[in-house]
């Protein structure tokens, strides 16, 4: 046993890994000495790859055996407090170090031992553990090669080819099963890998069941007449868009299930009556409503009762509410679907002298209006009448910002740009 000063110990420091620390007013003996320390101080004592036997501090003066540990660092605590570890980024192991050697690390750590480095410098430049780096050299002295042995879990169920032949049927046809692709594996296979080790194999490729988005379909002609409608709407800028009033009708129900409702449930709970959400056969009791919207003002909600014919359209809508705002806004531009009460002879003839913007069908994706409803819908909440449905409508209507108005007519520039990249298809919005 040898005695040395603090200084002394922190002069014979190197990079550490592991600490521990000592606490507060602990009493330790000394070997062959029935004397204990009296004031002892907390340290924090950081070790290269070594532990500690005996340690114990006086005031001034640290006594620690340095025969055996000549590679120790001491690190004073802070004025008044408990021992700390040595926050250091240059002497701090990351989680790489625990991770798997990869094909391209273990050529890396044999081109370097192979140009004179040790493994303390291969380890502090690659990030791993020294004994790491020690044993992929040693394989390669005594197997001729470096590789990862086979662990000693469960062996893989599936070969590579299987694998592959599990990702091409699952890309190839996206709506297929779990079943299905089970007997698209190849038939001498036994046994046939399970449901679950099929969804670990997609998983992995980050192949996850979901909800497909749900869409009109779109003929060719469809597709054409979207894209004589943006074409030459693609030079529009956002000022020109301000101009254009959009309208449309929806129709909400007394029942706020919109398909997208989900449960958090185990496992054999599917038929428990806490989970189930009741599904309606019959058209259920509702309200349809028409509105208006442009760059910075919006018409009120009109509730329409009944079916909607040309002669109510004209009376209830165009009359008292489109005419007053188009004239009220030079050069503003009506638009409308191709719905029949708005295609009708008596429609057209009452719109005569405005500009009405063609609409090519099948195009809700063009129209912003109708992530007004969207948003109108998702703040729903049940109701217990149509009247009730009626008032909670109105006062959606009227809290709605404007400025979220803005923002979805403002981006008709993109949605005219997308339309036209997707050749007249879907878009995103």
Same mark, same amino acid.
Not at 124 to 134: I, K, P
């Given at each position: 046993?040898?005695?040395?000063?603090?200084?002394?110990?922190?002069?014979?420091?190197?990079?550490?890994?592991?600490?521990?620390?000592?606490?507060?007013?602990?009493?330790?003996?000394?070997?062959?000495?029935?004397?204990?320390?009296?004031?002892?101080?907390?340290?924090?004592?950081?070790?290269?790859?070594?532990?500690?036997?005996?340690?114990?501090?006086?005031?001034?003066?640290?006594?620690?055996?340095?025969?055996?540990?000549?590679?120790?660092?001491?690190?004073?605590?802070?004025? *008044?407090?408990?021992?700390?570890?040595?926050?250091?980024?240059?002497?701090?192991?990351?989680?790489?170090?625990?991770?798997?050697?990869?094909?391209?690390?273990?050529?890396?750590?044999?081109?370097?031992?192979?140009?004179?480095?040790?493994?303390?410098?291969?380890?502090?430049?690659?990030?791993?553990?020294?004994?790491?780096?020690?044993?992929?050299?040693?394989?390669?002295?005594?197997?001729?090669?470096?590789?990862?042995?086979?662990?000693?879990?469960?062996?893989?169920?599936?070969?590579?080819?299987?694998?592959?032949?599990?990702?091409?049927?699952?890309?190839?046809?996206?709506?297929?099963?779990?079943?299905?692709?089970?007997?698209?594996?190849?038939?001498?296979?036994?046994?046939?890998?399970?449901?679950?080790?099929?969804?670990?194999?997609?998983?992995?490729?980050?192949?996850?069941?979901?909800?497909?988005?749900?869409?009109?379909?779109?003929?060719?002609?469809?597709?054409?007449?979207?894209?004589?409608?943006?074409?030459?709407?693609?030079?529009?800028?956002?000022?020109?868009?301000?101009?254009?009033?959009?309208?449309?009708?929806?129709?909400?129900?007394?029942?706020?299930?919109?398909?997208?409702?989900?449960?958090?449930?185990?496992?054999?709970?599917?038929?428990?009556?806490?989970?189930?959400?009741?599904?309606?056969?019959?058209?259920?009791?509702?309200?349809?409503?028409?509105?208006?919207?442009?760059?910075?003002?919006?018409?009120?909600?009109?509730?329409?009762? *009944?079916?909607?014919?040309?002669?109510?359209?004209?009376?209830?809508?165009?009359?008292?509410?489109?005419?007053?705002?188009?004239?009220?806004?030079?050069?503003?531009?009506?638009?409308?679907?191709?719905?029949?009460?708005?295609?009708?002879?008596?429609?057209?003839?009452?719109?005569?002298?405005?500009?009405?913007?063609?609409?090519?069908?099948?195009?809700?994706?063009?129209?912003?209006?109708?992530?007004?409803?969207?948003?109108? *819908?998702?703040?729903?909440?049940?109701?217990?009448?149509?009247?009730?449905?009626?008032?909670?409508?109105?006062?959606?209507?009227?809290?709605?910002?404007?400025?979220?108005?803005?923002?979805?007519?403002?981006?008709?520039?993109?949605?005219?740009?997308?339309?036209?990249?997707?050749?007249? *298809?879907?878009?995103?919005?």
């Amino acid at each position: 046993m040898c005695c040395a000063t603090v200084r002394d110990v922190t002069e014979r420091s190197v990079t550490a890994m592991r600490t521990i620390c000592l606490p507060s007013r602990q009493v330790v003996h000394r070997s062959g000495c029935d004397r204990p320390c009296r004031s002892v101080i907390p340290f924090c004592i950081q070790l290269s790859h070594i532990r500690i036997t005996v340690v114990w501090f006086r005031p001034t003066r640290l006594l620690i055996s340095l025969k055996d540990y000549p590679q120790s660092r001491v690190i004073a605590p802070p004025q *008044g407090g408990a021992p700390h570890t040595l926050r250091n980024t240059a002497l701090r192991r990351n989680r790489r170090q625990y991770e798997q050697l990869t094909d391209f690390d273990r050529g890396r750590i044999i081109g370097l031992r192979e140009a004179g480095w040790s493994n303390r410098r291969i380890d502090r430049h690659l990030g791993r553990s020294d004994m790491v780096v020690a044993r992929c050299w040693q394989q390669l002295i005594t197997e001729g090669r470096v590789y990862r042995r086979g662990g000693s879990g469960r062996p893989r169920n599936t070969n590579d080819r299987e694998d592959r032949a599990i990702r091409k049927v699952a890309t190839s046809a996206p709506t297929t099963s779990l079943a299905s692709i089970q007997r698209h594996l190849p038939p001498s296979r036994h046994p046939v890998p399970s449901r679950e080790t099929i969804r670990r194999r997609l998983t992995e490729v980050g192949l996850r069941s979901r909800r497909p988005l749900r869409r009109l379909p779109l003929t060719p002609h469809h597709r054409q007449c979207r894209l004589d409608f943006c074409r030459p709407r693609a030079t529009w800028s956002v000022t020109d868009w301000r101009r254009v009033i959009f309208s449309d009708e929806s129709r909400f129900s007394l029942s706020a299930d919109d398909h997208r409702t989900r449960v958090w449930r185990r496992t054999g709970q599917r038929s428990d009556p806490a989970f189930i959400v009741e599904r309606h056969t019959a058209i259920l009791q509702g309200v349809t409503v028409w509105g208006a919207i442009s760059w910075d003002t919006r018409s009120s909600l009109v509730v329409l009762q *009944g079916t909607l014919t040309a002669r109510r359209y004209v009376d209830d809508i165009l009359t008292p509410i489109v005419l007053p705002m188009l004239s009220s806004r030079p050069g503003a531009i009506y638009q409308q679907d191709n719905a029949r009460p708005h295609t009708a002879r008596l429609s057209q003839q009452c719109l005569q002298g405005y500009d009405v913007l063609p609409w090519p069908a099948r195009s809700p994706d063009l129209s912003p209006i109708e992530h007004v409803w969207d948003a109108l *819908g998702r703040q729903l909440q049940p109701s217990r009448d149509t009247g009730e449905l009626t008032a909670q409508m109105q006062r959606l209507w009227q809290d709605l910002p404007q400025g979220v108005i803005s923002d979805l007519i403002e981006s008709m520039p993109r949605r005219i740009s997308a339309c036209i990249a997707a050749r007249g *298809g879907f878009t995103t919005y």
